[in-house]
Each structure stands twice: as structure tokens, then as C-alpha cells.
């Protein structure tokens, strides 16, 4: 008989093969499972549910809730059924549990998948179809979409001594954050992007750390970063530059520090995710879209 329970950790190495077995196109590591869990700092366990058959996994759905003041939001970010086991209803029993959660919290709406600072991807894949057929059935409306680009490291040259040097003519200076930046950068995406304080401070936990910066005089101007969320897979981003300074060429400079980095550590690819500015990433690193992602919202409240 199928039992619904709780995710607990001992279930992670099963749930690894479970999810790789039933979603084929985003493969996970036990590591990056549990980035996905503990390591979110949302993480609630009795949002993590799944579905057993016999102690098997036939059914998974993962939801966060994180306070973003005036409001409460949910997401579901990540949720699979076994392709043995679909359209029996499970994944709804799933969805119904958190959902109502969800609402016992206060939940404003419910997004899918783009649950930043901590997701696996930014939307649904309609690659995964049965997903936009749930989705749809459960009172989502799509709200929009976004797209994954990947840069080909091994045909681009990443060297950016020359640019460094012009741009150090023109006062600015480049170079890569130590720990002492902390406070720096905290109030620079304080005050111009708020929404990425957390990737970004995960990204002083790496060694080296993975995080690019650009100064006037003292004066921090732009950042840009990479193996902030979904560690150890190539993942860019995000980056911003002062909107009063954009324009002159830095925020090249530190995209292609970042590739490089990913390049020394082995890549042959990066993911730049959730673009953005397209133009811009073609321009500097000939990046092109490799995946397309629906965005769906459900409104809990008026
Ligand atoms: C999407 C998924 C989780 C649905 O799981 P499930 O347990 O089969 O879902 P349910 O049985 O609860 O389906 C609920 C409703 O969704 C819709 N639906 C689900 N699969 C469908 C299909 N193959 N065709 C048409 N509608 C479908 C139906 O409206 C269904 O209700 P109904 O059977 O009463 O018509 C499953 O198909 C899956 O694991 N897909 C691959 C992984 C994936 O896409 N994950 C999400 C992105 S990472």
C-alpha cells in the first residue's frame, strides 16, 4: 500500500536515484539534493513529502515558504512521480498536503520551481509535459517564462589583462573579493539588489572565493559571481553593476573572470541561468539558449 510521510535524511541516496530515474533531463547529486534541502535556509521539513510503495519512492514533492516582506510565498521546487506509478493521483495527494500548509502559513501565491535564492531550475521545462498538464489542472496560470543560456568554455578566451588595463586607465579596478569586502557588498546588494545577498554570500564559503569585484576609487561598482546555488555544476551568476555605471564595459570584464574560473575548475560549460539580458551574454561569451522554462504562479489570496 502507498504511504505518504515525510522526507527524512536517510532517504536521500534513494531519493537521488528515484529523481534521476523519473527526471531524466536535470540528473542531481546526493550533495546537490541536500544543497536543495538543508542547505536552503528556508528549509521546512514537514514541507518535504513522499510517497512510498513497499519502502520504495514512488512519488516526491519538496515545497519552501520564504518570508518576503509584505508577503508570505510559497513554491514548490522540485516534485517528480515514477513513471510506474503516474496519474494514480499521487503527486495531487502531494500537492494538496503542502498546499494546505502552504495556506495555514499564509501563503500569498505558490510559485514552481523559481524558488531563488534556492532552486534547482527557474521554471518548468514543458520538455517534462505531464508537469505543465499538473501544473495547469491545480489552478496555476503561466506568468511568464525565462531560458538557461550555456557558454562553451573551451572556444572562448577568457584572458581579460588588456580590458583590465584599459578599464584601470578609466579609475576602475578589478579584482576578487576577500572576506574583508563582506560588509561592502552586503550594503551594495542591500541597496540595489536585495534579491541576492544570499547567492552571493554563499559564494565566500568557496575557496577561492567565487565572487568578482569592480571599484571607482574605493567605491564598490559592480559584482558578478558563480557557484552561489546549485554548487559544483557551472552555474553563473547572478551579476550587477551600479545602474549609474553601466555601460563601460565592466560587467564584460567580470562575467569573463567568472567563466574563467569555471573553465580552471574543470567545466567545459557554464550555465548562465535565468537571463536576463540576453544580448549581452552572446556579446561577451557567445552564450546561446539551451533551455526554456514556463513560469506558473497560484494565488492563495486575493
Ligand atoms: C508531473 C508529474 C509529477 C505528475 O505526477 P502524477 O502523480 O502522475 O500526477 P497526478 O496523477 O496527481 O495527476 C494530476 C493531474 O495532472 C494532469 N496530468 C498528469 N499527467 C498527465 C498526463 N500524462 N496527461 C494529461 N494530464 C496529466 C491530469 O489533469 C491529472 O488529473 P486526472 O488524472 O484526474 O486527469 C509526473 O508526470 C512526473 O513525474 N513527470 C516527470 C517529472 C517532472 O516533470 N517533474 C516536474 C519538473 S522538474
Request: glycine fraction near 4%; charge should be neutral; avoid cysteine.
Given at each position: 500500500m502507498v504511504e505518504i510521510r515525510l522526507v527524512e535524511k536517510s532517504d536521500l541516496e534513494n531519493l537521488q536515484e528515484f529523481w534521476n530515474r523519473n527526471v531524466v533531463n536535470d540528473p542531481i547529486t546526493v550533495p546537490l539534493l541536500e544543497e536543495k534541502f538543508q542547505g536552503?535556509?528556508?528549509?521546512?521539513?514537514?514541507?518535504n513529502l513522499v510517497a512510498v510503495d513497499n519502502s520504495r519512492i514512488v512519488s516526491f514533492m519538496q515545497g519552501i515558504v520564504r518570508e518576503l516582506p509584505p508577503e508570505k510565498r510559497g513554491w514548490i521546487k522540485m516534485f517528480a512521480t515514477d513513471v510506474h506509478y503516474r496519474r494514480q493521483g499521487l503527486a495531487t495527494q502531494l500537492f494538496e498536503q503542502i498546499e494546505n500548509e502552504m495556506r495555514r502559513q499564509g501563503v500569498s501565491r505558490i510559485g514552481m520551481l523559481d524558488s531563488a535564492p534556492n532552486y534547482l531550475q527557474p521554471g518548468i521545462d514543458p520538455f517534462y509535459t505531464e508537469a505543465v498538464a499538473f501544473v495547469e489542472r491545480h489552478g496555476?496560470?503561466?506568468c511568464g517564462d525565462t531560458s538557461n543560456l550555456k557558454a562553451d568554455l573551451k572556444k572562448?578566451?577568457?584572458?581579460?589583462q588588456a580590458e583590465e588595463l584599459e578599464a584601470l586607465k578609466r579609475g576602475i579596478t578589478i579584482r576578487r573579493a576577500v572576506e574583508s569586502d563582506r560588509p561592502q557588498v552586503t550594503a551594495f546588494l542591500a541597496r540595489?539588489?536585495?534579491?541576492?545577498i544570499y547567492e552571493v554570500s554563499n559564494m565566500f564559503q568557496n575557496n577561492p572565493i567565487s565572487l568578482h569585484l569592480a571599484f571607482m576609487g574605493d567605491k564598490l561598482v559592480a559584482f558578478s559571481g558563480h557557484?552561489?546555488?546549485?554548487?559544483?555544476?557551472g552555474w553563473f551568476g547572478p551579476m550587477g553593476t551600479n545602474p549609474h555605471k553601466r555601460g563601460l564595459g565592466i560587467g564584460g570584464i567580470l562575467l569573463k573572470r567568472c567563466l574563467n574560473d569555471t573553465k580552471l575548475a574543470g567545466f567545459e560549460y557554464s550555465i548562465i541561468p535565468w537571463v536576463g539580458p540576453i544580448p549581452f551574454y552572446m556579446h561577451y561569451a557567445d552564450a546561446h539558449v539551451c533551455r526554456v522554462f514556463w513560469r506558473y504562479e497560484k494565488r492563495l489570496l486575493k
Open positions: 536552503d535556509p528556508d528549509y521546512t521539513p514537514k514541507l496555476f496560470r503561466r572562448l578566451n577568457l584572458d581579460t540595489y539588489f536585495l534579491a541576492w557557484n552561489g546555488n546549485n554548487f559544483n555544476t
